[in-house]
């Protein structure tokens, strides 16, 4: 039995508990737990030749498949701590993550190594890395591991470099992973005993491994023992993903916000996904039109459930859309169809700030904050600040404002607010407002110049300036009203689905 709450022990403790169930589905690969542990293991004594050890950096390259959680997992058995590379963001960015967390070795696919050729302590997966975790060997001596071990995730960058942010193996489980399907447990020890004592979910995760949505809810499904099942495709193929939920007995799947929602919504037939019980967003919220929708098309569906939060505060808040609601998608803890993101729940620590560290009032607004089992802070930055009691506060950036009866609305992201000569304009009201005329397919809204608003467009059909206005003007006050339309084929996303706004502000010419 673990214990300690380091993620390695957890997962071995797991393991022995329940050493024949199927731990990953990852395209053809089936692995059990046992399976899992053994690869992982040998791996790490790889990483371990490589000159691998406790502290060290590991950068993993891939998109998501098996091997992505195995050198994870090696990592951690090492002590190391392995380093979330997105396969898609721009080689600046790229090689800045890789100085920046000062990587003593690279592990990925070799297509994508092939990025940083001045990269040279590194394997790639296929047959060197298949050579490498071939023959049975165990760790050369125990690892006495602990909670304190470093577990760093970066940002997905998509409103300026990507950060590095440094957490506890202990905190990032509590936080992040440790009790999202199942109670908060109370010793190392019970997480293997409730593992072997319940039958396990089949969590289907779409979001990628590379976002820290993809880890936190793949780690939340390994230690309560559940079934992995990763989607592997080069981009999101909604019937694909139908396809493979069905084939698998999907209980939940994992998505990133509308972005993959809405075209999986489209996707399913009547009769399908009949095994489904929840549909879970992290990184990007759910629009409330898109959550009525999935609980109209799949009958059996019990919640859909926004479980959104940040790298630096883990799992803040929480809403759930329930089976129960109205049509229209209002109520039922869950926002309005336009998605304005109202009846979220906070998570333990979790509160709106007004001024400084003094709590909003209800109908106040704020920032949204954390304390408790936060991160540390940012890797080769400042651990984050202290209220005047010592309490360490992660606030990453969300305005949120308190309503009556103690639920949260979250109002945007503070780096996104526009200001215009008529006032502040929140950028993700004006998205939710654009996106619902039927023209378009996405939308992302910045400013442009002169502070203007500007609407940066995927339509699928024709779409005008004075239509998209004439269709904001009576959702949106006058000022927010987008006055400049800028029509592309594709709105640039992070692989969790976050819109990339130093591209849109490209776009709109700023």
């Known amino acids: 039995m673990s214990r300690t709450f380091n993620l390695a022990d ?3 403790s797991v393991a022995r508990a329940v050493p024949s169930r199927t731990a990953l589905v990852a395209g053809e ?47 951690f058995k090492l002590r190391a701590v392995p380093v ?3 396969h898609r963001c721009r080689e600046d960015d790229l090689t800045h993550v890789l100085r920046d967390s000062g990587c003593a070795a690279l592990v990925g696919e070799a297509g994508l190594l092939a990025r940083v050729p001045w990269f040279t302590n590194t394997i790639s997966y296929g047959p060197p890395y298949e050579r490498a975790v ?3 060997r165990s760790l050369p001596e125990p690892q006495e591991r602990s909670g304190d071990d470093h577990y760093l995730i970066y940002t997905a960058g998509t409103t300026g470099r990507p950060k590095g942010v440094l957490w506890r193996h202990e905190d990032v489980f509590f936080a992040a992973m440790g009790s999202f399907v199942s109670e908060p447990v109370a010793s190392a020890e019970q997480v293997a005993e409730n593992a072997a004592a319940g039958a396990g979910l089949r969590m289907l995760v779409c979001a990628p491994l590379a976002q820290a949505a993809g880890q936190w809810l793949g780690w939340t499904c390994h230690t309560t023992g559940g079934t992995l099942i990763l989607w592997t495709g080069r981009g999101f193929d909604p019937r694909a993903v139908v396809r493979l939920a069905e084939a698998e007995r999907a209980q939940v799947v994992v998505l990133t916000g509308d972005a993959m929602a809405r075209p999986l919504l489209a996707a399913v037939k009547p009769g399908e996904l009949a095994g489904l019980m929840a549909v879970v967003t992290g990184a990007a919220a759910m629009s ?4 009525a929708g999935l609980l109209a098309a799949v009958p059996g569906l019990a919640a859909v459930v926004d479980a959104l939060g940040a790298a630096e505060s883990g799992l803040a808040c929480q809403a759930m859309g329930a ?20 009846g979220f729940g906070l998570a333990d620590g979790a509160a709106v700030l ?13 920032v949204l904050g954390r304390t408790g089992r936060v991160a540390r802070g940012y890797w080769n930055g400042a651990d984050f600040p202290c209220d005047a009691r010592g309490r360490r506060w992660a606030v990453p950036g969300d305005l949120a404002r308190v309503e009556d009866d103690g639920s949260v609305t979250l109002l945007g992201r503070v780096a996104n607010v526009i200001r215009t000569g008529g006032g502040e304009v929140r950028a993700e009201e004006v998205e939710a407002a654009v996106r619902a005329h039927p023209a378009v397919y996405d939308a992302v809204v910045v400013g442009g110049p002169e502070g203007r608003v500007t ?29 400049v339309l800028r029509l592309v084929s594709e709105i640039h996303r992070s692989p969790a689905g976050q819109p990339d706004y130093t591209w849109a502000r490209n776009v709109a010419g700023t």
């Not at 899992?36 to 030749?49: I, K, N, P, Q, Y």
């Not at 400084?356 to 009032?361: C, K, N, R, S």
């Not at 609407?455 to 998209?468: G, K, M, Q, R």
């Open 10 to 12: 957890l997962f071995e």
């Open 354 to 366: 007004a001024d400084g560290f003094e709590l909003a009032a209800p109908g106040e607004e704020g």
């Open 323 to 342: 089976g129960f609601g109205p049509a229209d998608g209002a109520g039922a803890g869950f926002g309005p169809a336009d998605g304005s993101g109202a």
């Open 29 to 75: 690969r089936r692995l059990t737990y046992r399976e899992l542990d053994e690869r992982a293991t040998r791996f790490a004594c790889h990483l371990s030749g490589m000159r691998v050890g406790r502290g060290d950096r590991v950068g993993i390259l891939a998109r998501n498949r098996a091997e992505w959680k195995e050198s994870e997992l090696a990592c």
């Open 134 to 136: 071939a023959l049975p």
């Open 288 to 291: 409330g039109e898109t959550k």
């Open 84 to 86: 979330n590379l997105d």
């Open 455 to 483: 609407a940066v467009v995927a339509p699928v059909a024709p779409l005008s300036l004075a239509e998209l206005a004439a269709h904001c003007a009576g959702r949106l006050d006058a000022h927010a009203v987008p006055g």
